[in-house]
């Protein structure tokens, strides 16, 4: 018995190591959004070109929408703006912008020179929608399904293969609905 | 040519640390001497060669090679000569080169001053340590190179260190900090020479006592160096903030701090052998943990270093390698409990254990604690973090219950003490630091503070109990002279230690409690009072330094009147990375110190951001650090470490 | 791996200033508000950066959070309506003192648990070594101190025949 006893600081061991093993392949960063299955939460905003048109929730509900948090300030928006232009051309998924803490003309330029995905921007001068929604940093990208449900969000730059995966998660919605 | 000459230096002693893990190891199986012989010699030349690679490294800074692609990251033509230098381990790949380097020392200090250990375990020891280098060295020449090249273009000038690295601290931090990680790994080597031989007397811990000592006290030394850079260097004044990387180094120096007694009671009492044991692979297996966390990027943390799955992996793999393997030879060939004496209930010996828990119970909090979101976030419950207000709401009492027993244990004899005996010796410490604990808060602050009582009355009590130990041993003695002459220097050595715990406990507790900070709107000939200091901003001036321009404020401090000192917190501008830096100006003293900081300018500068901070006893914190680790210094250089050395000499002749 | 590098750029980007003490002036009605502002601001951790509480870091996030509790605090919200707050948005990662749930409770009891095992065993291990001594009592192997010098000599003479 007592030699058994010797084995327990091994297996401990192999347990930690297991866990730090598994821990390589975790991004210890990457925040899931606290709001996942949620409502998006009410708001009432200006648009971005036009400033007298007060925004809320009920423009975009009905249906499956992506929206965009983005501003002018932030690099890797306009790495982005690409892949969230080609989006907009499949015409599978409106994308709403999310103007995130930034200068209305600033905006209005960059949307004049590299084109306008978006079908109509919030803009959020002083973060505080930002805020509500959880986000900590732009570009962050949120799907929300029909009934304005957060289902998915995703954090950094959106690539083909992010747009991949969440064409497949609104497929996937379309057969759980039928 | 230089950093081809480093590199070859590496591979060089690449293959030396492969013939040291495997020759002598051999040799001391087969008890074949030659085989065995080779060990010293191979130390050596291990040795010699990661010096070349070092200078050769640092040949590449001063010369400003910025074709050396890890010079080009770290360093810039602009900066000044001792910052060069010390961005030899500012990076990565140059601090795993120190690492090597400081391996490689220890194993050849082993070599050179065990002239007293039999030559079989000498072989063993020195084999472990060859293997842990071979793993060090490869690990170097594989993922981390220092010496690669951009070629053919290479930049016209570096980009430059981390302003906060250009500093002081990044000169004697790292390497005290390694000496004591790696230090560790001479503790190791013993205890799995022991477990290979089979060994593990009395004589064992009197050979591995000394160098865990001294481990232990460069490691509490790099601590404590570290909490003060980041105190001064980062601006907002804190001294700990749990971050994983500082809580990766606090694990081993607590499961060091408790292999420094148990082995002190293995090798007075011979008991204990294998909880000893198990400590010494714990306490340099988690120097190897921390190694991990730092540079795999499973935890984030505010000073990691650029992290890398891939590197992650390779230490994972040495840790598995080391700690797997030493716990499984340690599940085979541990003694079974076996006394060589016996001790009652009341007996230094059961304290001992009792610290020993409480130490070892302290550095599986943190590493609970540290590990916890990766173990939450594995098993896919979510994201968590752990921060100060629980490591503060667990460590507090745990710390505080120790150091009663701490008092405790100063008093109790070895084997058995009568209950008397210890009432006789304990009742006045209690009385008085328990009387001083209650007053200290009405004195020093405005009223009753149960933080300050006990923090207080426990660091009194610490102190006191050594102080009337220290005199009870006069009462039997005929001079003063003789008696003082008697003690051993690990006696004085214990009673530093103590006292440094103590120090650093009274810092700690008048910190957090009575210090005061204000964020102030500060235009010219603003004045703010905090702790009866004025403090009053004159303005700001531009200053240029070596590679950054700086605005400088100047800011007047006086007390009832009186100036007192005048500050100049800057806040720089880097030139090549321009990244801005708050340099704050602290006026030191021993019971208190005075800290500014400079923030952004308000309305076009026509005002700034201050912080200023009031922080009592501040000092004392690292003052308890630096009487610890002399302590430890002392207890190594007792004389009965080298008498036995020069005895055997004399054997052989 | 591009994505990594690109979330790194982000994290630069948003933090770059880590060596920059956030320093900035919030006005409040009363010192208690103050006081208590800094004990939330030092508890909430900053969601984007590097492990910093929001008191310390300077990025904008943080500057937003410590804006949004300062105007809490200025409309008498108390300290669990604003953590609540907080949690709602950014989930637990946002807590320093992560909150006490059955995910928590080996993180929280723990601890105190390790502390009763640990004396739990040198109960044990005491008596049963004290057990077995006294049914040795004769054999018992007590060194008094010139015992152990005698024990010195002997591993000292012994060291110097294996060597």
Sequence with gaps: MPRLLLFIPLVLFIILAGFLWKGLSIDPRELPSALLNKPFPEFSLAALQQPERILTKQDFMGQPVLVNVWATWCPSCRQEHAQLLTIAQTNSIPVIGLNYKDDRSAAMVWLQQLGNPYQFNIFDEAGMLGLDLGVYGAPETYLLDAQGIIRYRHVGVITEQVWQDLQNMIKGWGSVNE | MIPEIGEFALIIALLLSVVLAVVPMYGATTANEMWMSYARPLAMGQFLFVIVSFICLGYAFAQDDFSVVYVAQHSNSQMPIQFKLSAIWGGHEGSLLLWALILCGWTFAVSRFSKALPLDMLARVLSVMGIIATGFISFLLITSSPFERYLPRFPADGADLNPLLQDFGLIVHPPMLYMGYVGFSVAFAFAIAALLSGRMDAAWARWSRPWTNVAWAFLGLGITLGSWWAYYELGWGGWWFWDPVENASLMPWLVGTALVHSLAVTEKRGVFKSWTLLLAIFAFSLSLLGTFLVRSGVLTSVHAFASDPERGFFILMLLAITMGGSLTLYAFKAPSVKSESSFSWLSREVLLLVNNVFLTVMAVTVLLGTLYPLLIDALGQGKISVGPPYFNAVFVPIMGTMAIAMGVSVAVRWRETSTETVLKTLWLPAVISLLMGLIFPFVYGSGFDMRVFLGISVSLWIISTVVSEFIGKFRNAQTLSSRLSQLSMSYYGMMLAHIGVAVTAIGITLVSTYSEERDMRMAKGDSVELAGYQFTFQGTQVVKGANYMADQATIEVTEDGQSVVTLHPEKRRYNVKRNMMTEADIDAGLFRDLYVALGEPLNEGEAWAVRVHYKPYVRWLWLGGILMALGGLLTAADKRYRKSSRKQESVHA | ?163
């Design chain 3, 1 to 163: 791996m591009l994505m990594n590098k690109l979330t790194l750029g982000l994290l630069v980007l948003f933090c770059s200033s880590v060596s920059l003490a956030a320093i900035d002036v919030y006005q409040f009605d009363d010192p208690e508000k103050e006081k208590r502002f800094q004990e939330l601001a030092y508890e909430l951790r900053c969601p984007k950066c590097q492990n910093q509480n929001i008191a310390d870091s300077n990025a904008e996030i943080a500057k937003d959070l410590r804006t949004k509790i300062q105007q809490m605090l200025v409309a008498d919200k108390t300290n669990p309506e604003i953590i609540d707050y907080m949690v709602e948005r950014y989930g637990d990662f946002v807590l320093y003192e992560p909150r006490v749930k059955p995910q928590t409770y080996l993180l929280w009891y723990g601890p105190a648990l390790f502390l009763l095992l640990g004396l739990a065993i040198i109960l044990w291990v005491i008596r049963g070594r004290r057990q077995s001594k006294e049914s040795t009592a004769g054999n018992g192997v007590v060194l008094t101190t010139t015992e152990a010098k005698q024990l010195d000599a002997l591993l000292n003479t012994k060291k110097g025949k294996q060597s």
